[in-house]
């Protein structure tokens, strides 16, 4: 790593001056950033936004920032900063997005983890093949770390939405989210291919190469020229004058 990104930077300033700003002022902006399950009703979908930016807790920042410390400026080298920017916002959103769908009324999702599983799952399509230490100690390709976080994620979604204090809806959407994107955007000519074979596209039509024009011969370009001689260029029709710019051509 050659050092931390601006995008990555950026995002850890806000997230740990939130954090400080709500320990150390009091200042409870978790009851204005968290995301309520009961916006579905009320269709206050700001906290969509906002949620990402809040933890639950030290620990909970803590780990998530530690996340984006090493991950994410691997990342934006690849993508850029506006890309990662987009990259870490959309799959916080349809992190959140999707837990709310699924959590009761009555709960709360706080946290960057949903837009940190985006970062994970776009580093996994980007270097499959890298390899990461678990738990700093057990190394494991990306593709790997991934695809097992997802089984994990999904079979905890399934048992309950929000098992322990863990939106791992928000985790499973924002790490396919993320991985979706980055793949996209790697292998455009795959997701052309897909595009094309997908029910209802039209497919476009191979492109044809016009039809050449007969060659001039040499009694015709002598004739055009006789009359630019005698009554200049505009005495000459418009299938002269074409005549003439193909003779200039070849």
């Given at each position: 790593m050659s050092g931390i990104t601006p995008a990555v930077k950026y995002l850890l300033i806000i997230n740990v001056a939130i954090y400080f700003l709500e320990s150390l002022f009091g200042i409870r902006l978790v009851q204005t950033f968290a995301l309520p399950a009961a916006w579905r009703q009320t269709s206050d979908f700001g906290q969509l936004f906002t949620y990402m930016f809040v933890h639950g807790g030290g620990v909970h920042l803590l780990m998530n920032m530690v996340g984006l410390f090493f991950i994410?400026?691997?990342?934006?080298?690849?993508?850029?900063?506006?890309?990662?920017?987009?990259l870490y916002y959309v799959s916080g959103i349809l992190g959140g997005l999707g837990w709310s769908l699924l959590a009761p009324e009555y709960s709360y999702c706080v946290g960057a983890s949903g837009a940190l599983m985006g970062v994970l799952g776009a580093f996994g399509a980007l270097y499959p093949n890298a390899k990461l230490l678990l738990?700093?100690?057990?190394?494991?390709?990306?593709?790997?770390?991934?695809?097992?976080?997802?089984?994990?994620?999904?079979?905890?979604?399934?048992?309950?939405?929000?098992?322990?204090?863990?939106?791992n809806t928000a985790h499973l959407m924002g790490g396919v989210a993320g991985f979706?994107?980055?793949?996209?955007?790697?292998?455009p000519h795959i997701v052309q291919e897909l595009?094309?074979?997908?029910?209802?596209?039209?497919?476009?039509?191979?492109?044809?190469?016009?039809?050449?024009?007969?060659?001039l011969s040499k009694a015709e370009i002598d004739q055009i020229l006789d009359k630019i001689g005698k009554d200049g260029m505009g005495a000459l029709s418009p299938r002269e004058r074409e005549m003439l710019k193909k003779a200039t051509r070849e």
């Amino acid at each position: 790593m050659s050092g931390i990104t601006p995008a990555v930077k950026y995002l850890l300033i806000i997230n740990v001056a939130i954090y400080f700003l709500e320990s150390l002022f009091g200042i409870r902006l978790v009851q204005t950033f968290a995301l309520p399950a009961a916006w579905r009703q009320t269709s206050d979908f700001g906290q969509l936004f906002t949620y990402m930016f809040v933890h639950g807790g030290g620990v909970h920042l803590l780990m998530n920032m530690v996340g984006l410390f090493f991950i994410g400026p691997a990342v934006e080298h690849t993508l850029g900063s506006y890309r990662f920017f987009i990259l870490y916002y959309v799959s916080g959103i349809l992190g959140g997005l999707g837990w709310s769908l699924l959590a009761p009324e009555y709960s709360y999702c706080v946290g960057a983890s949903g837009a940190l599983m985006g970062v994970l799952g776009a580093f996994g399509a980007l270097y499959p093949n890298a390899k990461l230490l678990l738990w700093f100690v057990i190394p494991i390709k990306a593709w790997v770390l991934v695809l097992l976080l997802a089984i994990w994620e999904l079979s905890e979604m399934i048992g309950d939405p929000k098992i322990g204090g863990i939106a791992n809806t928000a985790h499973l959407m924002g790490g396919v989210a993320g991985f979706c994107y980055a793949f996209s955007l790697k292998h455009p000519h795959i997701v052309q291919e897909l595009k094309r074979k997908w029910p209802g596209t039209a497919k476009a039509k191979p492109n044809r190469p016009p039809k050449s024009s007969p060659t001039l011969s040499k009694a015709e370009i002598d004739q055009i020229l006789d009359k630019i001689g005698k009554d200049g260029m505009g005495a000459l029709s418009p299938r002269e004058r074409e005549m003439l710019k193909k003779a200039t051509r070849e």
